[in-house]
């Protein structure tokens, strides 16, 4: 027997999820939180109870308390989904924070967006997003420009994958020895926090901590374009670029907006994953 997922809110990765759930074949999928013209006809809300599990946005609740629906001409609230839901209903959300685990009491709470196979997915679209998004905001190519990026980890890496391709000179900022000898070994140059350059046209920050103060700022060429890929808080301080007139590209959720088909079936391979491994502890 099929199980029945609800997607509630969201943006188009949580379309294109919904999608990929159905072509498995092991689920019936309906949409609430979206205006009809963006729900597939097999995929409309029924009204009907008894969901075995629920999928949530990677941001759950917007500053209002309602379910993050960019799509959606109304509100959507927890209060219209919870009813819908059977006693031993699933919750897939990406942030698994109070306003979730609060709001969702009682039922079991995963978060897909925590999971080692949903980052290391994930890495590549949000690199290709970011990497599109300094090609249309740079006067110049990326061959042979000097590029900084901050974090080498799963972002980092693909990053730099892609702008090797380009030609760029990359150098990465490093925490630890062993980032630091993994970009050696893919041919990056690294330098710590503290021994970090500024003569570079294009720096990417992936750490979600403060590096780029206003100090730091200060020393780049006022040319040089920031896209920040971190989460909140992010790791440049927004408040002194902007007085300070510097091009700050603050890039959440990239990979929804550049490639929401991708994301989507990331989303729905790991939420078919933690299904299937539950299944078996059972």
């Known amino acids: 027997m099929k199980e029945k997922i609800l997607i509630a809110g969201g943006d188009m990765r949580q379309i294109y999820c919904g ?19 963006f729900v597939p006809e097999d995929m409309k809300f029924s009204g009907e109870k008894h969901y075995s599990g629920v999928i949530l946005p990677v941001i759950a609740f917007d500053e209002d308390g309602f379910l993050n629906s ?3 001409s109304g509100k959507l609230s927890a209060r219209d989904i919870l009813p819908y839901l059977d006693g031993k209903a699933k919750i897939f959300a990406g942030k698994t924070d109070k306003a979730v685990t609060e709001t969702f009491s009682g039922h079991t709470i995963y978060s897909y967006l925590y999971r080692e196979e949903f980052s290391l997915k994930n890495a590549v679209p949000t690199a290709e997003g970011a990497v599109q998004i300094a090609l249309e905001e740079l006067p110049v190519t990326l061959s042979g420009m ?5 974090g080498y980890g799963r972002i980092g890496t693909a990053l730099a994958s892609i702008l090797k391709g380009f030609s760029a000179d990359i150098t990465a900022v490093v925490r630890s020895p062993i980032s630091e000898a993994k970009a050696g070994l893919n041919g990056i140059k690294a330098v710590r926090v503290e021994d970090m350059g500024t003569d570079y046209g294009l720096v990417f920050n992936t750490a979600p901590e403060m590096i780029f103060t206003r100090e730091i700022l200060g020393k780049f060429p006022p040319e040089t374009l ?4 971190a989460s909140k808080p992010g ?8 007085e300070m007139g510097r091009k700050v590209i603050w890039a959440l959720g990239i990979p929804g907006k550049t490639s929401p088909v991708t994301a989507g079936e990331i989303t729905a391979e790991t939420v078919m994953q933690i299904i299937s491994e539950e299944i078996e502890r059972e």
Do not use: C, M
């Open 19 to 37: 999608k990929r759930l159905k072509k498995s074949g092991k689920f019936d999928v309906e949409v609430t939180g979206f205006d009809s013209v």
């Open 70 to 72: 960019p799509n959606y």
């Open 146 to 150: 000097r590029v900084l990026i901050a």
């Open 226 to 229: 920031f896209i920040d890929l």
């Open 235 to 242: 790791g440049i301080d927004f408040s002194s670029a902007s």
